[in-house]
């Protein structure tokens, strides 16, 4: 029996889950969102969301003990990655680095670039300050991963991505509704207007 057993097993020892969640969060932070399966996805959203409520304190505590439950290794390495386009990189959920924090040896590689704890405390806490909770959300996708055909979905940070649920702004339906509605309008005032104007006015002929 799993009694006052919390979370989910994953079918893993121990140290490969807890391995598992580390890696998981700490893509999510550099890129924004990840695509993964449901299972994965339900058990790591508990453990983002308490780290940042944990980096939401900024202070040297926090920051100790987000050390203690993160790998702090180098973000935006994918940068000097020449595999990856420069359409993606320019599209990237985070504003890459200013030149300076970034560094390449003679040879390409990455040799500086900022810490993933630094990131988290500098970067994606102060998105959540005004929220309480609920800072990513999970949305299914209509593919299955290929080998088992489990269910994929993608795990984002809410916040900056589309949707009016989350975001608040306009969704694409409701603005190519409103234009439609804004040219219906304009075209029944011009019909209107044409109607209302008298057709056979006697027109002045010079004496």
């Not at 790591?44 to 926090?62: Q, S």
């Not at 390495?77 to 300076?100: F, G, H, M, Q």
């Not at 080998?147 to 694409?172: H, W």
């Amino acid at each position: 029996m799993r009694h006052r057993v919390a979370g989910k097993q994953l079918c893993l020892e121990s140290d490969h889950r807890k391995a598992l969640l580390r890696n998981l969060a700490a893509g999510l932070f550099e890129h924004g969102e990840i695509v993964t399966t449901l299972t994965k996805a339900k058990a790591v959203k508990p453990y983002v969301e308490r780290l940042i409520t944990i980096a939401r304190h900024r202070t040297l505590a926090a920051r100790r003990l987000l050390h203690s439950r993160l790998t702090d290794r180098a973000v935006f390495a994918w940068i000097a990655d020449p595999n990856v386009k420069e359409e993606r990189k320019t599209s990237a959920y985070w504003a890459l680095p200013a030149a300076s924090e970034i560094e390449f040896n003679r040879y390409g590689e990455l040799r500086k670039s900022p810490r993933l704890v630094h990131h988290l405390m500098t970067r994606v806490a102060p998105l959540f300050t005004d929220r309480p909770g609920g800072y990513t959300r999970i949305v299914k996708l209509d593919r299955r991963r290929i080998g088992d055909a489990t269910n994929l979905v993608v795990l984002q940070l809410v916040g900056r991505e589309g949707g009016s649920q989350v975001s608040g702004g306009s969704s694409v339906r409701r603005t190519t509704a409103d234009k439609r509605t804004a040219f219906a309008a304009k075209i029944r005032k011009e019909t209107t207007k044409a109607e209302s104007k008298p057709e056979n006015m006697p027109e002045n002929k010079p004496e």
